[in-house]
């Protein structure tokens, strides 16, 4: 690993350029179903026109800049521009709203924000209130985008490309220098910013295209946010690691999705449970198994009754992964040139070692369930730390292991299997019940779409044992119907004592569920006092 602390990403994405100029790199379709391309040197001399403007706005090296755009080459050409100044890009939600965005950009100590005209009304809101911010850069102002003039105070990138110099100069990057600091989502307190340096970047980029085997033929499809590590590291990266090819799409649509797939010639992807349920609920279609795709990067489980129709239906394995933006996503993945076990989430990958251990730190058996530590080297295989936290980074990571909170076990044969958050880990009467067993067995009743299973307050058992539910369309339901049939399935000490019934659950950019938001809600409906963790 010593060989990636010595490059950064501007030396990568240079190295690419000369290897495969006239070959495409990116191919948009936006939200109208406009498709434009570019080609590695056409990308590159983009993005040097970016980074020059960039510096005359004063933004030099370890500045930090928000960039809060829409999936669109633009993202790549900001991020890629600040990555070959120095610079660290703070990639942000477009769907957070004001309070979020103004504690991001005042947190990070960001001097500019590269945006598009959607989102310059919240901006105008709150950046009177960030003074550090000098700067607001306009990407994105085609005709088909609001009008980018109401917004006299902002530079409009496109209004300076023609004259801008497509030549960067030299600037001295260390491989374990910032390269972006990513907010995630908070639990009890405001989200933490954790610190990815250029080293993190090209780690992902070499174990991503070595392990999924990814060659310059490659047509990596990407729906997922590129505000998110899924995005970045285990799209972004690898594709361009190995000079492949980059599909992006705007936004993603279930009901476009296999067309695109088709008309893009896409060979790989990355979805989540929530986009490969959302394609599984379009109607059948003659031409689904006829595709190009060879494999699908896959997080967060799904029933087996949906992976195997998945599988059937489109002729592609799902590949199950494992992994957070602190361990530079994909830490955990099922070895495409050996035994891929269904909703299992793999071995760990090269570069870093894996134990799952107990309450005491020691480690656990396989087939018990534990937290999840991996071993490895800040700013190189795992996260630097975090950004203005010393605290929450040495509580984190411990003699060179980073503490997960996530529960898994290891079978007889060595492969990982997710159970659920630690805290998602509901202590009842001295039993600890993993939610995701409990959400399983709902899952599987006919009238069920959708269901969280969360621990709430209980003053004899410590916690107990609620369900939220989304019914089928169509369907209605009775609490006592849902405990029955967990009843029969189930120990009792796992039987649900809740059961709400819910039209819509709050969920991350990537389809999480908001189990914090669930939970307080819930404390507060039924009047109980907050469960002590």
């Known amino acids: 690993m010593d060989c990636i602390g010595t490059k950064n990403l501007r030396m990568v994405i240079e190295l690419k350029v000369e290897q495969f100029a006239d070959k495409p790199f990116i191919v948009f379709e936006d939200r109208l179903g406009n498709v434009i391309e570019y080609t590695y ?16 706005k004063g933004v030099s090296k370890n500045d930090k800049v928000v960039v809060h755009l829409s999936n669109s ?52 809101g709150i950046l009177p209130k960030c003074p550090r911010v000098k700067h607001v850069l306009l990407a994105r102002t085609a005709p088909i985008y609001p009008n980018s003039k109401l ?37 009890t307190a405001r989200p933490k910013a954790v610190q990815l340096t250029h080293a993190n970047a090209l780690f992902a980029g070499m174990f991503g295209a070595q ?3 990814v060659v310059p033929e490659d047509r990596h499809f990407i729906v997922l946010p590129l505000f998110h590590v899924n995005g970045q590291f285990i799209s972004v990266m690898p594709t361009l690691t190995a000079g492949a090819t980059l599909i992006m799409a705007e936004q993603f649509s279930a009901s476009k999705y296999m067309g695109q797939v088709r008309r893009h010639r896409a060979t790989t992807t990355s979805l989540v449970a929530a986009t490969v349920n959302m394609i599984l609920a379009q109607p059948p279609a003659e031409l689904d198994g ?29 590949c199950d992964l494992w992994g957070m933006t602190e361990t530079l996503a994909a830490t955990t993945m099922n070895p495409v040139d050996g035994v891929m076990k269904k909703n299992c989430i793999g071995i760990p990958r090269i570069g870093n070692d894996i134990k799952v251990i107990d309450e005491n730190g020691k480690e656990v058996p396989s087939g018990t369930i534990g937290e999840i530590v991996v071993n490895g080297v800040p700013g190189r295989t795992i996260m630097k730390g975090y950004f203005k936290n010393p605290e929450a980074t040495k509580e984190t990571i411990r003699d060179g292991w980073l503490y997960t909170g996530d529960n898994a076990y290891m079978d007889e044969d060595g492969y990982f299997h997710f159970v659920d958050r630690k805290k998602d880990m509901i202590k009842r009467g001295g039993e600890n019940v993993a939610a995701i067993e409990v959400e399983f067995v709902i899952s599987i009743h006919p009238k069920v779409k959708e269901v969280s299973v969360i621990g709430v307050p209980d003053p004899v058992r410590d916690e107990a044992i609620m369900a939220m539910i989304i ?15 967990c009843a029969d399935k189930l120990a009792k000490f796992k039987v649900p004592s809740f059961v709400e019934f819910r039209a819509e659950f709050p969920k991350t950019s990537i389809g999480k569920v908001q189990k914090n938001i669930l939970r307080k809600e819930a404390v507060a409906k039924l009047g109980l006092a907050p469960a002590k963790k």
């Open 290 to 318: 006829k595709n190009s795709f060879r494999l699908v990067m896959y997080a967060i489980a799904i029933p087996d009754e949906k992976w195997d129709e998945f599988e059937s239906r489109f002729k592609v394995r799902l």
């Open 211 to 213: 392990w999924w085997k």
């Open 73 to 124: 080459p633009e993202y790549l050409f900001s991020w890629f521009a600040l990555a070959k100044i120095g610079a660290v890009m703070i990639p942000t939600n477009i769907f957070s709203g004001a309070f979020e965005m103004e504690y991001y950009v005042d947190f990070s100590e960001s001097v500019a924000v590269i945006t598009e005209p959607n989102y310059m009304d919240m901006f105008t």
């Open 471 to 485: 019914l089928q369309e169509g369907q209605t339901c009775e609490p006592k119907e849902i405990i029955d049939w």
């Open 151 to 187: 917004y006299p105070k902002a530079t409009v990138i496109a209004d300076l490309l023609k004259d801008i110099s497509a030549a960067v100069p030299p600037v001295a990057i260390d491989g374990e220098d910032d390269l972006m600091m990513l907010f995630t989502s908070g639990t």
């Open 41 to 56: 040197r056409q990308m590159d001399e983009m993005v040097n026109k970016y980074a020059n403007i960039l510096l005359a």
